[in-house]
């Protein structure tokens, strides 16, 4: 019995053809390093702002790419935070290539199943020793955060800050 092929990954827009030339310069240079497989690159999300994820397949495991397209983001700040919550023993995505130049980084994939969707799947099973377990570890998690994450290195949540985005949403 042979096993169905998956559909090959919907390309991806991109805003201009000089983005995905450096792009493909960048997945270029450091797939051979991390057994990436160029043909795999799919949207994986995006967020509030001008930032993309990518997934993309290497030999054991699957990653994540950040397009952060300068002059709109800032790839430093997410590696300075990443490196700390790290630091503090809590999960976030190493990063394993960065080109804050270019705004390019490929991360470890912390994979697709999301908090919320567990614990809403626990409720809805009645599985009560589960949620609490949930529950548990989500409140150590944001108490340790709250002890070893700072945020000293990351701009002032100030009124111009707010304001810039109120103006983008």
Known sequence: MSTPSKP???PIAWPDGARR???DRWLDHVSARHGLKADTVRTAS???SFRRYFRI????????VMDAPPPLEDV????AVA?????AGLNAPRVLEADAAQGFLLLTDLGTSLYLDDLQAAV???DVAQVNALMRQAVSTLVTWQQR???SDLPAYDEALLQRELALF
């Open 8 to 10: 090959p990954p919907a």
């Open 21 to 23: 030339a450096a792009f």
């Open 46 to 48: 995006a967020d509030a």
């Open 57 to 64: 397949d290497g030999a054991d495991a699957s990653y994540v």
């Open 76 to 79: 430093r700040p997410f590696i």
């Open 83 to 87: 490196a700390q919550i790290a630091r």
């Open 124 to 126: 809805a099973r009645g």
């Open 149 to 151: 994450v700072t945020a």
